[in-house]
DNA sequence: TGCGCCTCTTGGAACGATCCAGGGCGAGTG
DNA sequence: CACTCGCCCTGGATCGTTCCAAGAGGCGCA
């Protein structure tokens, strides 16, 4: 009995119009060069006039491979200047798209690190994850690995040197170094930091960047380091204590967040940001970028992050597995009227 | 010859376990009402042991479904306030797990609005979309119709009001509507307009709250509009004709990007927002949340729209073939320093 | 006891692709 | 001419699940 063509069609169809058998077609498909030339001219016209798209579901089981990515959206966080996950996630999606693979996005709570990850994993629902939230250390690495999961992070191991997953990050020392400098440069001395509390690993690397960078140029730390929480209200309040305490002329911040709570503390004191006072932030955000009169701000390279991500994830599920050790990047330094 | 245990667990290693069939097992996972409970207890037992968690490919080829949702990534604007994407996405995946579905991630340029869509759609890879760009009509919308694909549209049919698939969108003329009587409330009556270009059907439907308000109160509203493109170039231009030539005592934006425009305005001369020019914005940025004084702007019920798109989803994936014709939220307003 | 009905369970077939072993055919060689 | 070798192509088996039709068993009723 003849089959109707009622849904999409499949290989057979394909193979029935071109007069071959399936598996040329799928051969015409996926490794084109082992048909003769006519061949796979008449297969690829037959393709053409159907219409025909491999049927994901069956190529995924047969394959055992989902070319899906997992990414785990963190909840969202309002009040703060932080978007940069978007940046991210926009060209995380691109760069995938071009080497194959669709990004699956999930959620858990914060709480438990690790829920979601598994109902993806064991359903072969994807074949990979890209890890970004690792601010305090990264139980989830362990814990994929220990169950063989295939993963990036986008951060480095900070509590297991001798992790052996890859991973790609940006230097934030390095980062901070950058906008130091360029507030020496300007003729500051006297550069207060504003950052995070101790336990945040991220933050006591950017805070590296700052205090290095005064230290080779002979400058003062004493004093000019304050670390609180991650909201506008804390950078204000810090930044009013040190402007009191230590005088200085300039700061440099772990974060957009802190440093517009630096450019409130300077209104209502009526000091003109760029003019009286430096102030340079960490993420370009768009609030950087919006405000006025600009916010100098650290803009890490999240483009080439996710094209680094996307490298590594290809080298783990191609052919070569490759143990390649990490990433790192060095972000740039948006200039703007705050400084 | 024994199968050795070398990957996951199959349904028929369960049922071998359990001393039952393969089907017996498929209908403990998926209608255990199906089974006599000491039967239905002995396979869960058996499930437990061995961890056991379906195939999804194997799922997905039988049952002709990959409950995967794909959600189209547009391009990040850089330079403006607008994040509020992030917000949705979020809610989305959210929504959509404990519906049973993921989201999928894709993109395409901006130029294309179909691109990318064809591709999944054809290869069974998604059983739905949410469709997000409808700022200038909806061309997606008739092309996935055409195709008998199911989607739900966040963004009414502008250019189509006889459409009939579902959509949910926010009523920006009620949010702008709200934030003009929050102004006549605090005594303003003379209140001013930057909105977009008259080729944005959302720019239109927002003035359209704006005016409708002033003229239910018998203000004026003559002279008293501009429209510009979406930047804080533009909206600082914008505002600083309007005060010269209308001496408005309050805006009311489009969006949080021209308010920004308007507060750069007033910096500049030494205006107070707040005090004496209120400035209300529209989507409830991070911007506005942590500029000073901080920018009333009319917010989105973006969680709720999530929840509705997720509804009008499963309408459409389960029994009931549905057509409801559409859903309108009411956005709220976040009152700050500003107004 | 015999019959029918209902509940629970069973094994075969199918979804649509890829893997694998093997076969046809023409060219090259002795 | 017989034989071997490579190239190209074929058909059956398989991935793990759900659909389908039918079988086994218990119970009530005549």
Redesign the interface.
Same mark, same amino acid.
């Given at each position: 009995m003849a089959k109707l063509p009622t849904?999409?069609p499949t290989l057979a169809d394909v193979a029935e119009r071109a007069g071959v058998s399936r598996q040329t077609v799928s051969n015409a498909v996926n490794n084109p060069d082992l048909l003769r030339p006519d061949t796979l001219a008449r297969v690829q016209d037959a393709i053409e006039d159907l219409?025909y798209?491999?049927?994901?579901?069956?190529r995924?089981?047969r394959t055992?491979a %989902?070319h899906?990515v997992g990414?785990r =959206?963190n909840?969202?966080q309002?009040? *703060?200047?932080?978007?940069a996950?978007?940046?991210f *996630?926009?060209s995380l999606?691109?760069t995938s798209?071009e080497a194959g693979y669709?990004?699956? +996005?999930? %959620?858990g709570e914060p709480q438990d690190p690790v829920a979601g990850y598994d109902? +993806?994993l064991?359903? *072969?629902?994807v074949d990979a994850f890209v890890v970004t939230d690792t601010y305090l250390g990264n139980p989830q690495a362990a814990w994929l690995r220990e169950r063989r999961a295939t993963f990036v992070a986008f951060g480095r191991p900070w509590d297991d040197p001798g992790a052996t997953h890859p991973w790609v990050d940006v230097d934030g020392a390095a980062g901070t170094e950058i906008a130091t400098r360029h507030l020496i440069e300007r003729g500051h001395d006297r550069i207060a930091w504003i950052g995070w509390r101790k336990d945040s690993w991220i933050g006591e690397d950017r805070r590296a960047g700052w205090s290095r960078t005064l230290k080779a140029h002979g400058l003062s730390t004493t004093g000019m380091a304050s670390r609180v929480e991650d909201t506008?209200h804390s950078g204000r309040e810090a930044s009013a204590v040190l402007l009191d305490e230590a005088r200085p002329s300039a700061f440099v911040c772990a974060s957009d *967040?802190l440093a =517009?709570g630096v450019?409130?503390t300077l209104?209502e004191r009526g000091l003109h940001p760029g003019r009286d006072i430096a102030v340079v932030g960490f993420d370009d955000?768009?609030?950087a970028?919006?405000?006025?009169p600009g916010l100098t701000s650290v803009r890490q390279p999240l483009e080439l992050v996710a094209v680094e991500v996307v490298k590594a994830l290809e080298g783990l599920l191609g052919a070569p597995p490759v143990t390649n050790e990490g990433v790192m990047l060095t972000p740039t330094l948006a200039v703007r009227g705050s400084s």
């Amino acid at each position: 009995m003849a089959k109707l063509p009622t849904g999409a069609p499949t290989l057979a169809d394909v193979a029935e119009r071109a007069g071959v058998s399936r598996q040329t077609v799928s051969n015409a498909v996926n490794n084109p060069d082992l048909l003769r030339p006519d061949t796979l001219a008449r297969v690829q016209d037959a393709i053409e006039d159907l219409g025909y798209v491999p049927n994901r579901a069956a190529r995924n089981l047969r394959t055992r491979a %989902s070319h899906l990515v997992g990414l785990r =959206m963190n909840p969202a966080q309002e009040f *703060t200047a932080n978007a940069a996950m978007d940046r991210f *996630t926009h060209s995380l999606v691109e760069t995938s798209r071009e080497a194959g693979y669709h990004v699956l +996005l999930f %959620s858990g709570e914060p709480q438990d690190p690790v829920a979601g990850y598994d109902d +993806l994993l064991r359903s *072969t629902a994807v074949d990979a994850f890209v890890v970004t939230d690792t601010y305090l250390g990264n139980p989830q690495a362990a814990w994929l690995r220990e169950r063989r999961a295939t993963f990036v992070a986008f951060g480095r191991p900070w509590d297991d040197p001798g992790a052996t997953h890859p991973w790609v990050d940006v230097d934030g020392a390095a980062g901070t170094e950058i906008a130091t400098r360029h507030l020496i440069e300007r003729g500051h001395d006297r550069i207060a930091w504003i950052g995070w509390r101790k336990d945040s690993w991220i933050g006591e690397d950017r805070r590296a960047g700052w205090s290095r960078t005064l230290k080779a140029h002979g400058l003062s730390t004493t004093g000019m380091a304050s670390r609180v929480e991650d909201t506008v209200h804390s950078g204000r309040e810090a930044s009013a204590v040190l402007l009191d305490e230590a005088r200085p002329s300039a700061f440099v911040c772990a974060s957009d *967040t802190l440093a =517009m709570g630096v450019l409130h503390t300077l209104a209502e004191r009526g000091l003109h940001p760029g003019r009286d006072i430096a102030v340079v932030g960490f993420d370009d955000s768009q609030v950087a970028q919006v405000v006025q009169p600009g916010l100098t701000s650290v803009r890490q390279p999240l483009e080439l992050v996710a094209v680094e991500v996307v490298k590594a994830l290809e080298g783990l599920l191609g052919a070569p597995p490759v143990t390649n050790e990490g990433v790192m990047l060095t972000p740039t330094l948006a200039v703007r009227g705050s400084s």
